[in-house]
């Protein structure tokens, strides 16, 4: 009896706590979100099942601190070699340059504005947050970062920045990202008539094979001399998109596109589960961190539409933007522009079909995005 009685005192069930079972509903709501409701998957089911494992008592599977005598458990190694060092990030990057075809960006360059524009969110948030809710600078900054619905920004800036709010920032992007399909329509259609929703572009211009292969090295090069603090993010997606674009190097971007994105996703997203312990997730802030993301969200979708408005009274007839397009900035590639265009299509019964238009400023928000989180580094170290 004394060695059950021992080997009980010892197990997890002696140490299980209100926190570990709400955080086991969390994971299990995640990888329910996931495999019902498709969202975002390929995230959503390592985050929940790492969110399960890190409030496992005497585990050792939580990534948000060391252990008794200095121990450091499984998942908290992967995250001091992945994650506090800025690694894995910018490796994601990588794959998502080699998945990007930048095209119909270069093929509209006004479409760069609009990505631009959609950042609004992120700057309305964190002044918000540092403002209204008593977070600091640097937590503000990556509250605000939601707004650009870039998991791999998020993940990077708050980790660099706030890593306590890890788990929370990384939960509420992915959360907002999985939701463009009911977020986006509203926002437009509460901010375009139905003259300017039935504005149909025209074929954008044809964009040379050299512009594909010059404009990573340019824009990689560029943003790191204005904005440093993007350059692991930009250099990488820039690299990506060279292997892309090049036409030597399938090899490599098979890699980075394929096999080498989906390990780096699936350890990123356990990983940043695992900081999900009860004990840090379970506070006020956390749900304000939510809050603020769908503030963050729905004015940067408001910021690419009404700024693609504005334009339209400087552009002569022909040339005017469907500012629909402008919602695509939101950077979540490519579901916003797939949103824009069925929400397009559907309102005008299939006359109108912006997709390749609302890629534009769908790539562009994920340069915008990346340009937000090095100003951010810049202004507040």
């Known amino acids: ?27 299990g709501l995640l990888i329910f979100l996931a495999v019902r409701k498709r969202f975002e998957p390929l995230l ?28 450091r458990g499984l998942l908290q190694l992967v995250y001091d070699t992945g994650i506090r060092t800025e690694f894995l990030p910018p490796v994601i990057f990588l794959g998502v340059g080699a998945l990007t075809d930048f095209r119909p960006l270069l093929g509209r360059p006004v479409t760069f504005l609009l990505g631009a524009a959609a950042q609004l969110g992120v700057f309305v948030a964190a002044l918000g947050a540092a403002t209204l809710f ?18 791999p920004t998020s993940i990077f800036l708050a980790s660099k920045m706030a890593p306590a709010l890890l788990g929370a920032v990384a939960v509420a992007a992915y959360s907002y ?19 300017e929703r039935a504005i149909d572009m025209p074929q954008a211009k044809p964009v040379s094979r050299t512009a594909v292969i010059v404009f990573p ?36 971007s098979q890699t980075a596109q394929g096999a080498l994105i989906n390990i780096v996703t699936m350890f990123l997203g356990l990983v940043v589960g695992a900081t999900m312990e009860g004990r840090a997730f379970l506070t006020g802030q956390t749900i304000a961190i939510l809050a603020l993301g769908a503030v963050a969200f729905t004015f940067s979708a408001a910021g690419g539409v009404l700024f693609a408005k504005l334009l339209n009274l400087f552009l002569p007839a022909g040339r005017r933007i469907n500012p629909c397009i402008g919602a695509a900035g939101v950077s979540a590639v490519p579901m916003a522009a797939r949103v824009v265009q069925d929400f397009v299509s559907r309102e005008t019964a299939g006359r109108v079909n912006p997709l390749m238009a609302a890629m534009g400023p769908n ?12 100003v951010f580094i810049a202004l507040l170290g």
């Not at 496992?56 to 200095?70: I, Q």
């Not at 001399?225 to 990506?240: I, S, T, Y």
């Open 1 to 27: 009896m004394k060695g059950l009685s021992q080997l009980f005192a010892e197990s997890g069930l002696a140490h299980l706590g209100w926190q570990n079972l709400v955080m086991f509903g969390v994971g």
């Open 44 to 71: 959503l089911v390592p985050i929940g099942f790492g969110a399960i494992l890190a409030n496992l008592p005497n585990g050792l599977l939580s990534a948000s601190h060391a252990f008794a005598g200095g121990e």
């Open 134 to 151: 008593g977070f600091t600078a640097k937590e503000a900054a990556c509250v605000g970062i939601i707004g650009g619905a870039d998991g």
């Open 177 to 195: 990202m999985s939701l463009v399909p009911i977020l986006l329509p509203p926002a437009m259609r509460l901010l375009t008539t139905k003259a």
């Open 217 to 252: 090295v340019l824009v990689a090069v560029l943003t790191a001399l204005v904005v440093p603090g993007c350059a692991p993010l930009m250099g990488f997606l820039m690299f990506g998109n060279l292997l892309r674009e090049s036409g030597v190097t399938e090899r490599l």
């Open 363 to 374: 790539v562009a928000g994920v340069l915008g995005t990346a340009v937000a989180a090095g």
